[in-house]
């Protein structure tokens, strides 16, 4: 069973879709579409009648709303039916994170335990978290946030009975590790990147890891407009396949500090 993920041209390359009721990653740096990626597949799956809950630990609700609409997903005529639910996260998290991660308050069975709550009273069939990044305490080491990030991820896995997507961002030196644990405990690993070609900003979308699907890893180009993100037609002749020294997605170009017009 299959999950279609929302993204033109994407379902083709992983079998039509994401394995259902498993844990998906998108990760990225700013700006490469992390966001925009979640919120078409919710928008996705409310097409197909599939109720759906996003998440948002980094975005205002209301802001998450105007975007879609930009984007042409009536993500606002599905919170008015009862099909949709936007949770706002930051304030318990940031309450909880507070308490300092060695207290309760950042109890990994207990963020799934909410969670559940929320999807069953829905009858979810998807959720977003936009970015479980911020989900992991800040004083926490390397070692305990993956214990505590496995024991996000398999809770949900376990109890949602819903296709998970999680979004986290790629930092440089990060000491927690957050998204190389992730890739390590989800079933499917899907990369955005920033990337400079011929002296300009190309958006490229690396496929690294779906489990249960025939896929070859490689970099695909991306491109965005008004309708969001789609992989970009004629896939064969934008491919990379890893080979050394002959990727035809150059190295990720410096990360700006003001944020692009991309959710």
Request: with cysteine; hydrophobic share 40%.
């Amino acid at each position: 069973m299959r999950s279609s993920t929302g993204i033109p041209g994407l379902d083709a390359l992983i079998d039509g879709g994401f394995p259902a009721h498993r844990a998906i990653l998108v990760c990225g740096g700013p700006g490469t579409g992390k966001t925009t990626f979640a919120l078409q597949f919710i928008g996705e799956g409310l097409e197909r009648g599939e109720p759906g809950i996003f998440v948002s630990l980094d975005e205002k609700p209301r802001h998450l709303i105007q975007d879609a609409a930009r984007l042409g997903l009536p993500l606002e005529a599905a919170l008015d039916s009862g099909t949709l639910a936007v949770l706002d996260a930051a304030p318990f998290f940031t309450a909880s994170r507070g308490k300092g991660w060695g207290r309760p308050g950042v109890d990994a069975r207990q963020v799934a335990a909410d969670l559940v709550q929320q999807v069953r009273r829905l009858g979810a069939r998807r959720l977003a978290i936009d970015s479980i990044t911020t989900l992991v305490p800040p004083d926490m080491d390397g070692g305990h946030a993956h214990d505590y990030l496995r024991a996000v991820v398999q809770s949900l896995e376990d109890n949602l009975g819903c296709t998970l997507l999680l979004t986290c961002r790629a930092r440089p030196g990060d000491p927690q590790a957050t998204c190389r644990s992730l890739r390590y405990l989800t079933s499917g690993v899907i990369e955005l990147r920033l990337s400079r070609r011929d002296d300009r900003l190309v958006r490229a979308l690396r496929l690294l890891k779906m489990r249960g699907t025939a896929i070859e890893p490689a970099d695909y180009d991306l491109t965005i407009d008004a309708a969001g993100l789609s992989v970009q037609e004629g896939v064969e002749r934008s491919v990379s396949r890893f080979t050394p020294r002959r990727r035809s997605v150059a190295a990720a170009a410096p990360q700006s500090s003001d944020r692009p017009a991309v959710v």
